[in-house]
């Protein structure tokens, strides 16, 4: 800690705080064609989303910035959960081609190799990446052609119950609309910051690492937390973290002790900024935690009334 350089330290927490204004900017997008979002809800909502999870296990603010949007801006929460999942596809697709480079660049610049696991996990994501993206283009395809792009859901033939058609045409509003593009295109640059905010508490630990050597570590963290875990991922952060470091002949010792200094650092911002947004969204920890509890019986009524 005494060879800190704190000017790469604030660097770095600004470019993750960033990164979460950025995926605020692109749920606005998504959103678009139920509602004109405005984006300092969608900001509040996300960063209350954030500080749900790290109070919470199993990553319930997902579902809780979704009730926030779905009641301040009237679109069903259906909609928005749906949303949530547009975004996560968007995800995928660029972790999968993010991780296609890193595999072909990492070899060829004569340092560490990556490990065996780690490629055949490149593959697999690569392959169900590409399954899925397949089945969105062919759901909205089918939509555009069997309905037709200005046919209302009410008046449209077919066989496919209610709430799959909701959630259906959801999906091709969505897909379909201009706004998409610009959710897609703004979507680059979270990652984007959030490797440089990593890479910037790299150069003031100093690991030696370079901005390369950081994207392939930001990938092994976000995998492995990918699944809903502990409360603020402790645990399972530093364990991906120390893997991913270890990949470049990082010491363990050393690398273990940047997961915790990384982890911190990323995590602290948003305790205050996700309690003060918690806040200005008219809610207490109580009644978050009131929220969160009974949110799969109100997602299930939710899908149950569409």
């Not at 939509?143 to 045409?169: D, I, S, V, Y």
């Amino acid at each position: 800690m005494a060879d800190v350089d704190w000017r790469w330290v604030w660097l770095g927490m600004a470019f993750d705080v960033l990164s979460y204004g950025i995926q605020a900017v692109r749920w606005k997008f998504l959103l678009a064609p139920f509602a004109k979002v405005r984006l300092t809800r969608s900001i509040r909502a996300v960063f209350a989303g954030l500080f749900a999870n790290l109070v919470f296990p199993l990553r319930p603010g997902e579902f809780l910035r979704s009730y926030l949007i779905s009641t301040s801006d009237d679109i069903t929460l259906g909609r928005v959960l749906g949303s949530v999942g547009v975004e996560r596809l968007i995800d995928l697709v660029i972790a999968t081609a993010s991780l296609g480079v890193v595999s072909l660049f990492l070899p060829e610049k004569g340092g560490a190799q990556l490990p065996h696991s780690f490629k055949r996990a490149a593959d697999i994501l690569g392959i169900v990446t590409l399954g899925l993206v397949t089945i969105l283009v062919v759901l909205i395809l089918y939509l555009e052609f069997r309905l037709g792009k200005n046919q209302e859901l009410g008046t449209a033939r077919h066989h496919l119950p209610g709430k799959m058609m909701q959630a259906l045409t959801a999906l091709h509003a969505m897909g379909t609309a201009p706004s998409f593009y610009p959710a897609v295109l703004v979507s680059i640059a979270m990652p984007a910051c959030q490797v440089l905010a990593l890479w910037a508490l790299m150069r003031s630990y100093p690991l030696g690492l370079s901005f390369m050597d950081s994207v392939v570590v930001l990938l092994v963290i976000n995998l492995g937390v990918s699944l809903p875990n502990a409360p603020a991922n402790v645990g399972s952060y530093q364990f991906f973290c120390v893997l991913g470091v270890s990949i470049f002949g990082i010491e363990k010792s050393t690398a273990a002790g940047f997961s915790f200094f990384a982890w911190f650092l990323l995590t602290l911002p948003f305790i205050f900024l996700g309690f003060a947004a918690l806040l200005r969204s008219g809610m207490s920890l109580h009644s978050m935690r009131e929220r969160v509890s009974g949110m799969p019986r109100q997602i299930s009524n939710s899908g149950a009334a569409s």
